[in-house]
């Protein structure tokens, strides 16, 4: 039996071939799979349950059809599918998976994180973070017409992007001393996460013994990514 793990597809209406990829995995390997986790940014942005992105709708009913015949789908929040609410997931089926949580894979306990939370050196992003994490912001956002929220989605996606540009690429990977403690806090010595798009299993030494680090892919037109685990271990599968 298999567990999958994927994240940063950052599906939307204007992007159908990897909906299409994604559609593919969940009907040909999620279906039969054991579990499978999102660990964040299903979704390339999020504005509300009460405006769920449009021309996604086949994605929507495919969830909530796997989710009856097959696994259970566990989706994490990423940076930017933070606003997924309780009416999403009632209507997916898919159960909110917290940020972190420790699970048993196989015997081994691993932390599952979205991954932008590692990224201590990025200071902006973690006053994004700390902002729209708090309860009373985001009801403030939920309550302003569905428009005005578009248009400030629409403006942090640009802001996003530039941002991106301008920062040194170290800045905007992991920090290491902030994954030991994450894993010292937690008691593991296994993580998996995504974020960074830097596919990559990276072994190392924490106090004197061996960890790992599992870095998820993100999702393109010509090629998905996914995180296949095992009895005999966990490898990555193109999708
Ligand atoms: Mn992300």
Not at 75 to 99: K, V, Y
Not at 150 to 176: C, F, H, W
Not at 225 to 230: G, I, V, Y
Request: negative net charge.
């Amino acid at each position: 039996m298999v567990t999958f793990f994927v994240a940063d597809l950052h599906l939307h209406g204007g992007a159908p071939a990897i909906t299409q990829r994604f559609l593919t995995f969940l009907r040909r390997q999620a279906v039969r799979a054991d579990r499978l986790y999102i660990l964040g940014d299903l979704f390339e942005y999020w504005i509300g349950d009460d405006a769920p992105l449009p021309g996604l709708e086949e994605l929507y009913a495919e969830l909530r059809r796997i989710n009856a015949v097959g696994p259970p789908i566990r989706i994490m929040h990423g940076n930017r599918d933070f606003l997924l609410g309780d009416s999403f997931f009632r209507q997916s089926g898919c159960e909110p998976l917290a940020e972190p949580s420790v699970i048993d894979l196989g015997g081994e306990p691993t932390l599952l994180c979205h991954g932008d939370a590692l990224c201590t050196d990025d200071v902006e992003h973690q006053q994004f973070r700390q902002t729209t994490a708090d309860p009373a912001w985001q009801s403030a956002f939920l309550a302003r017409p569905i428009a005005e929220r578009q248009a400030t989605a629409k403006a942090l996606r640009a802001y996003s992007r530039s941002g991106e540009q301008g920062k040194p690429t170290a800045i905007m990977d992991v920090n290491q001393e902030t994954v030991a403690e994450w894993m010292r806090r937690h008691g593991v010595r296994q993580m998996i996460h995504g974020h960074t798009h830097r596919e990559a299993i990276h072994d190392f030494e924490l106090d004197g013994r061996p960890a790992r680090r599992i870095v998820l892919g993100d999702w393109h037109a010509d090629r998905g990514s996914a995180l296949a685990c095992t009895a005999q271990g966990c490898q990555f599968r193109a999708c």
